[in-house]
DNA sequence: CAGTGGTCTAGACCACTGT
DNA sequence: CAGTGGTCTAGACCACTGC
């Protein structure tokens, strides 16, 4: 009957990471039909709804494909679409030969809690919250305003940031397992205005950029970059 | 009991079309409490599942945020959309639920010859110039302005995109076998801002991108969008 | 036809919020 | 405490696929 896992994490995400291992181990491979509902049902002793709901938001994430009447079948290849690069911007700079610098304006703990519910954090639990402009050849030409969630990186309140970017802090200790991003044009609100020294009216490309690992918001960064000075290109 | 909705769309799917449409008609905005599904649930004669089902898919695609224990409300944040694929703007809007429709300005043969050079061609080689706006609920979203290689695509002085976009026109002829793509915020000169209707001085988010076939530039398009309207996403 | 996913119900228990 | 969302079940009927 009701075998309610009390292990915190529910039943559907723990057969959603099961799914996702079994991919990652190369056990199913692209274009894999995988087991129906019924049986997963039954394999992991959940109802046949809770294991749709596992499949449907596997959908969802493009790492399933389902056809109604066939099977559920695992998502051909991994793309594509953009290499908004998990590159660091100092990697990115030095290898145009230029000069690159930073300044940390803040690293503080945050109680934000619009942004410590994107983290999954609880009411309390640790997030953090820095800004930093970054330099090319002494022009400002991003200023990186991000969140952390404390439980990934403990140790991230203590970072300096002086010989590495807070991208390679993170990539070091967590690897990105997923990314969500988000390109929109804006006007510089003052704050960005004032750190990368821009004209009034002097629109803003901004990168929105959302990374997960183990399924939680590990980080949550806003990349703003003037646009005279600033463009995303990639190619595939 | 079982008043099964046989009108074709699911049940989850209207009620999420209603909450769209009561943000729509600004009955409820940013930041508001919406019912609870209990009391959603009896007014649309559902069960309390397919309701939560309806919110939950509205919170992944960011329209509203929940509180366990305190409510569900409309997310203060505004657009959604897509991403750099090469999927056509008709269907991404379609996708959405929302009516597409588009206005051919212009479509001619072209002698600019930095173009008819990036094209690949001779200098009389034909190379082919079109300009339509598309429109999402008759809201101007895109402005596309596209420069194609006559050698590659022969008939495209010829297409009326009644039926069609360029885009998938071309697909259709000849499939890409690379894209390079530029991502720019800019301001709107003066030919975008009409033909968008925007606003004096709100940025534009300009995707620029060039198509190969068989190694030659197919197509060079330069899509413009009013930066409020418009924000490009994805995943990976 | 059997197998599969798509949707839906009518309950249930739990965790969390706010008073 | 009552109100709210988070999750789960054990069925059910349907639509579509492929044999």
Redesign the pocket.
């Given at each position: 009957?009701?075998?309610?896992?009390?292990t915190s994490t529910?039943?559907?995400?723990?057969l959603k990471d099961h799914v996702l291992q079994m991919i990652e181990a190369e056990h199913w491979r692209g274009g894999d039909m995988?087991?129906?509902?019924?049986?997963l049902a039954k394999e992991f002793?959940?109802?046949?709804?809770?294991v749709?709901?596992a499949?449907?938001e596997l959908?969802t994430e493009r790492v399933l494909m389902?056809?109604?009447?066939?099977?559920?079948f695992v998502a051909d290849t991994r793309y594509q679409s953009t290499l908004i690069e998990v590159r660091s911007i100092a990697d990115e700079i030095k290898s145009r030969g230029d000069t690159y610098s930073s300044k940390l304006l803040l690293l503080q703990r945050t109680d934000d809690i619009a942004m410590i519910q994107t983290l999954g954090l609880?009411?309390d639990g640790p997030a953090y919250h820095s800004r930093i402009v970054h330099f090319e050849n002494d022009v400002p030409i991003q200023l990186e305003d991000r969140h952390v969630n404390g439980l990934v990186f403990p140790g991230y309140i203590n970072q300096s940031f002086e010989n590495e970017t807070p991208n390679e802090y993170m990539t070091g200790i967590a690897p990105a397992q997923g990314v969500e991003y988000w390109v929109t044009a804006r006007q510089a609100p003052a704050f960005v205005r004032q750190a990368l020294k821009m004209a009034i009216g002097e629109p803003c490309l901004v990168l929105h950029r959302r990374t997960r690992v183990r399924g939680t918001v590990a980080t949550d960064v806003v990349l703003w970059h003037p646009a005279s000075r600033y463009q995303l290109s990639g190619k595939f």
């Amino acid at each position: 009957m009701n075998t309610k896992s009390h292990t915190s994490t529910p039943a559907y995400q723990q057969l959603k990471d099961h799914v996702l291992q079994m991919i990652e181990a190369e056990h199913w491979r692209g274009g894999d039909m995988i087991p129906p509902e019924e049986q997963l049902a039954k394999e992991f002793g959940l109802s046949r709804m809770t294991v749709n709901r596992a499949m449907r938001e596997l959908v969802t994430e493009r790492v399933l494909m389902r056809i109604r009447g066939s099977g559920t079948f695992v998502a051909d290849t991994r793309y594509q679409s953009t290499l908004i690069e998990v590159r660091s911007i100092a990697d990115e700079i030095k290898s145009r030969g230029d000069t690159y610098s930073s300044k940390l304006l803040l690293l503080q703990r945050t109680d934000d809690i619009a942004m410590i519910q994107t983290l999954g954090l609880p009411p309390d639990g640790p997030a953090y919250h820095s800004r930093i402009v970054h330099f090319e050849n002494d022009v400002p030409i991003q200023l990186e305003d991000r969140h952390v969630n404390g439980l990934v990186f403990p140790g991230y309140i203590n970072q300096s940031f002086e010989n590495e970017t807070p991208n390679e802090y993170m990539t070091g200790i967590a690897p990105a397992q997923g990314v969500e991003y988000w390109v929109t044009a804006r006007q510089a609100p003052a704050f960005v205005r004032q750190a990368l020294k821009m004209a009034i009216g002097e629109p803003c490309l901004v990168l929105h950029r959302r990374t997960r690992v183990r399924g939680t918001v590990a980080t949550d960064v806003v990349l703003w970059h003037p646009a005279s000075r600033y463009q995303l290109s990639g190619k595939f």
